[in-house]
């Protein structure tokens, strides 16, 4: 498509539960990001993958958290056994080249109640 | 990690004035990007500079890549009613180095 695109939108889990978000990059675009956005925040940075380079997963905040990307196109942040904590809004971007400006998705509000 | 400092936080401001927020850095910036992002979607990238003083305008956007490298400036002029929203200040640290650092947003309201 013509974005990146973010599914699902929105999602409701219970704490405990796993979910699976999932990024649909723009075609062509070696470079994927996530980022997770906090209420009222700025964006922190989870992980990054480069072609078939090996993901930079410095940012995962533990290890009940981890994603991968397949065919290097689309990819998908799974979280197990979520927390409170981790309500957050989730996006994903997709650049060009390393350097380049990043498109954003809408991302996926995360609501663990 | 690097960290972007970003000011002011928040603003309030009237239809027609113009407005101007920085970003800061301990660290050189090789790259500097301004966001804007909207309720409920991802920052949408507004200006990029790559080269220190640079200057770059877009429609009532200027921006400026500081000569130190370790700072940034937005001004927008003449602000509209759809200039309402948080603005990100963005910046590659280095050379190699493919993460984007955000800075902590500048939240821009307009009051009637």
């Known amino acids: 498509g013509a974005g990146v695109s973010q599914s699902p939108s929105n999602k409701v889990t219970e704490k405990g539960k796993d979910v699976e978000l999932r990024c649909d990059p723009i075609?062509?675009?070696?470079?994927l990001y996530w980022y997770r956005q906090s209420l009222g925040q700025g964006l922190e940075f989870l992980i990054y993958?480069?072609?078939?380079?090996?993901?930079?997963k410095s940012g995962l905040p533990s290890d009940r958290f981890s994603a991968e990307r397949t065919g290097g196109s689309v990819s998908t942040l799974t979280i197990q056994r979520t927390q409170q904590e981790d309500s957050a809004v989730y996006l994903c971007a997709s650049s060009p080249s390393q350097t380049a400006g990043y498109t954003f998705g809408s991302g996926t509000r995360l609501t663990v109640v | 990690g690097q960290q972007l400092n970003q000011s002011p936080q928040s603003m309030f401001i009237q239809e027609g004035e113009d407005v101007s927020m920085n970003c800061t850095s301990s660290s050189i910036f090789n790259t500097w990007l301004w966001y804007k992002q909207d309720p409920g979607e991802g920052p949408v990238l507004l200006i990029a500079?790559?080269?220190?003083?640079e200057l770059t305008s877009n429609g009532r956007l200027t921006a400026q890549f500081g000569i130190t490298r370790k700072d940034s400036f937005l001004n927008i002029s003449a602000s509209i009613p759809s200039d309402v929203g948080i603005y990100f200040c963005?910046?590659?640290?280095?050379?190699?180095?493919?993460?984007?650092?955000f800075g902590t947003g500048t939240r821009l309201t307009i009051i009637p």
């Open positions: 075609s062509g675009h070696t470079a």
């Open positions: 963005a910046g590659f640290p280095n050379f190699g180095n493919e993460k984007l650092t």
């Open positions: 993958f480069q072609g078939n380079s090996a993901p930079d």
């Open positions: 500079l790559y080269k220190a003083g």
